[in-house]
């Protein structure tokens, strides 16, 4: 079934503690924020942190204004109003890995390991369901998950612990596979739908089109380096090559042109294809969060659109419809 999730969301693996350390204060006062700019779509997982991501939102929703419990999926649509004010917060967190003492991670995709992993995951969150659980990073078990990991996940859907279901991965041929074989709900991508890697463009978001099935993109920024192209920035994860840098900056370039900054056309540029649902970024500072907010707020002149691709940085199928 297709899933209506907010269309800008709130990835919280900076607040927990990801590259670098981040005080309950200001992890508190990035969720208030995002709260506060209507990013009622809220993204974590147990290994963000060892559990402090999923803590500290847990926390902060429960104190703030868009707590409550999950909505879950009716008729399509995700979440729901929370007392007929601030929409309520919309939560999807990620299973398939338990936490160990000593910051130690096993995978276990057997029902008993995934019920354990949303357990424990919903007692940090202080939430009785979450509205999306992913298996999170499925690459090398494909068998586990044919074999007992989506036929849990289905389970744990139909009694209402999760409102819907499906897969959260960093590489597409794997996700594009069990998209195919399992059809769910929604899948999240990340760092491969930018305007520097086009890979979910070849296989996966023209299968989850056929399929139905609502695509969340995370990573718009490659780690960074769209968002800030200098050096010492990082593209997925590691230094990013000299090349890579030149093609950032002239994708700067390019926007500045046009007065949009390059954040703007980063975070906007996962929308040209249909398929696409929500974009989430990830903030470590209520700074960043208004400063995205403002970005995905910013008109993009058409004629951007078609200059970058022109230059390579927007596959020009998106721009045919």
Known sequence: MSVALPRLGLGTAPIGNLFAQVSERDAAATVAAAVAEGMTYFDTAPRYGHGVAEDRLGRALAEGTAGGAAGG???GAVGGAAGGAAPQAVVSTKAGWLLRPGERVVTDWSERGLRESLESSLRRLRRPAV?????HDPDDFREEVRRTGYPAA??????????????????????AAYV????????????RFSLLDHDALTTLLPLCAK?????????VFNTGLLADPKPGAMF??????PDVLARARRCREVCAEFGVPLAAAALRFPYLHPAVGSVVVGCRSAEEVRANAAAARTEIPPELWHRL???GFVPPELLEA
């Open 211 to 219: 399929t139905g099935t609502t695509v969340v993109v995370g990573g």
């Open 154 to 175: 289905r389970r744990i859907r139909e009694e209402g612990l999760a409102g819907a279901i499906g897969f959260g991965m960093n590489h597409c041929e794997p996700l």
């Open 309 to 311: 691709a022109a230059e």
């Open 131 to 135: 509205d999306v659980l992913f298996l």
């Open 180 to 191: 195919a074989e399992f059809e769910p709900d929604v899948v999240l991508i990340a760092g």
């Open 73 to 75: 999926a009716a008729g």
């Open 236 to 241: 997925h994860y590691r230094e990013t090559p």
